[in-house]
């Protein structure tokens, strides 16, 4: 089962900000929190991932709270090609054994004009 | 980022017979490939993990008699649909990474669309 919890849809207006957030409350040590996204009827695409410190890319932000239970995923400026679901992921990194992906249900972000 | 094709992208077959994807590793040699499955309106499921040279580890319900996985070099996995029937319509998608000691990120291809007619 996914170790997450993510709303099941949200909108968001072209060129504004889109913060998608994501619960993690028991979430380990070992764990990362990777976010992909996929496009309708594509694979899915890596976005970014991060473990204890907020990243960046240049694709998106990650802000990890400092408890680890949650972290959000920001998109500066979404575009109408932003729009996809947005997949948060738990996955474990411990003594050099990389724990699977396991995808849930996803946030729906719909990028509206 | 790195990129994973399949071939092929979609293919129709007709009940009982073989279908065959492939999925390469373009720029990077992956020591491991998973194999997933997505239903219409549903998340991507984990089918099965594969590390090159080795057989394949199936997730549970997933029969490995049916869906038959090659990881046969670094950069080439196979899954191969037997006696496929309408109920094997879906799309699979394939995943790489690369074993290391660092944390990898993993690479998704563009998936492959099964109709079983």
């Known amino acids: 089962d996914a170790k997450t919890t993510q709303p099941t849809s949200m909108d968001c207006a072209e060129g504004r900000a889109a913060n998608l957030p994501c619960n993690h409350s028991?979430?380990?040590?070992?764990?990362?929190v990777y976010w992909y996204r996929q496009i309708h009827s594509q694979g899915p695409q890596y976005i970014i991932h991060?473990?204890?410190n907020n990243e960046t890319n240049e694709m998106a932000s990650l802000i990890i709270t400092e408890d680890r239970k949650s972290s959000t995923l920001i998109l500066p400026h979404a575009t109408l090609r932003d729009t996809a679901v947005y997949y948060c992921?738990?996955?474990?990194?411990?003594?050099?054994?990389?724990?699977?992906?396991?995808f849930g249900k996803g946030t729906k972000l719909s990028v509206k004009p | 980022g790195a990129v994973v094709s399949q071939h092929p992208s979609w293919v129709i077959c007709k009940s009982g017979t073989s279908v065959k994807i492939e999925c390469r590793s373009l720029d990077f040699q992956a020591t491991t490939m998973f194999w997933y499955r997505q239903f219409p309106k549903q998340s991507l499921m984990l089918m099965a993990t594969s590390n090159e040279g080795s057989k394949a580890t199936y997730e549970q319900g997933v029969e490995k008699d049916k869906f038959l996985i090659n990881h046969a070099s670094l950069t080439l996995s196979t899954l191969t649909v037997t006696s496929a029937h309408p109920e094997d319509s879906s799309f699979y998608i394939c995943?790489?990474?690369?074993?290391?000691?660092?944390?990898?990120?993993?690479?998704f291809g563009p998936g492959t669309r099964l109709l079983v007619l």
């Open positions: 991060g473990l204890k």
């Open positions: 992921i738990v996955q474990e990194f411990y003594g050099g054994s990389q724990g699977n992906l396991i």
């Open positions: 995943s790489a990474r690369i074993a290391g000691a660092m944390m990898e990120t993993q690479y």
């Open positions: 028991t979430i380990s040590g070992n764990e990362y």
